[in-house]
């Protein structure tokens, strides 16, 4: 069964430093793919960043990367150069082959600090 | 651009009561879903519409009922409230067909059953 684990609630971070949240996950299926969604303290969810199990390099969107480490089944997200605005809760999430089932872990919470 | 719609976005209800969570989104997205979400435990899913015509079984479906009223609509109904149910729902819609493709959200519906 697919499963994604978040292990960090909340944290800390400097404003213009990088932050890395923690993602991993599980599955069977060799055919995936992994998102990650911001979400405001106003409640929407925000897509920012896919990642393909068969991608061979790491996705990039602006401020966002994707650590993505298959053998062991982590995919990171680094923010650089945080800003104030960045703290959010954040979830990663997985969709299987060509399933409809999104699922998500239970989200990090990083605080940035002037 | 209006994307994805739910009403209504309070909604206090008592146990026992019934009510009916609407979603619609102008994307032309063939799978719409239902969400809801819990402090500690993510997003899970309740009931998804892969397309117009079906409905399935997410992680939570207990509890709930939900129609396809055609390829905008996708509601979601509670027959009997019960405090349990009191949480963020949330509805989404994502196109079919395209790996990267992400779960496009609506801004939530926040219930509380007394």
């Known amino acids: 069964a697919q499963k994604i684990t978040q292990t960090q609630p909340g944290m800390f971070v400097q404003e213009k430093e990088a932050v890395t949240l923690d993602c991993t996950y599980d599955t069977s299926d060799p055919s995936y793919g992994l998102f990650w969604y911001k979400q ?10 896919y990642q393909g199990s068969y991608d061979q390099q790491n996705a ?3 401020r966002y990367s994707l650590n993505f480490q298959k ?13 104030l605005g960045d703290s959010a ?21 990083p605080f940035v600090k002037a | 651009n209006a994307g994805v719609t739910q009403t209504p ?14 979603c619609a989104q102008d994307m032309n997205h063939n799978s719409m879903y239902w969400y809801r979400q819990d402090p500690g435990m993510g997003l899970r899913l309740i009931y998804y519409s892969a397309s117009e015509g079906t ?8 509890g709930y009922n939900v129609s396809r009223l055609n390829k905008r609509e996708f509601s979601l109904r509670l027959e009997s409230a019960a405090p349990s149910q009191t949480s963020v ?26």
């Not at chain 1, 053998?71 to 800003?83: C, D, G, P, T, Y």
């Not at chain 2, 976005?9 to 609407?22: A, N, P």
């Not at chain 2, 067909?97 to 992400?102: E, V």
Request: aromatic share 10%; hydrophobic share 35%; net charge positive.
């Open chain 2, 55 to 62: 409905t399935d079984k997410g992680e939570v479906p207990n």
């Open chain 1, 40 to 49: 405001p303290s106003s409640g929407e969810m925000i897509f920012l960043i």
């Open chain 1, 71 to 83: 053998a062991r089944k982590s995919a990171n997200l680094v923010i650089s150069a945080s800003q």
């Open chain 2, 9 to 22: 976005k309070f909604q206090v209800l008592k146990t026992g009561q019934s009510m009916t969570l609407q």
């Open chain 2, 89 to 114: 729902y949330f509805c989404a819609s994502s196109e079919v067909g395209r790996d990267n493709s992400p779960l496009h959200f609506g801004n939530g519906t926040r219930l509380t059953v007394t």
């Open chain 1, 60 to 62: 990039t969107e602006g």
């Open chain 1, 89 to 109: 809760m954040y979830f990663c999430a997985m969709r299987e082959g060509r399933g409809f089932k999104t699922i998500f872990g239970a989200g990090t919470r």
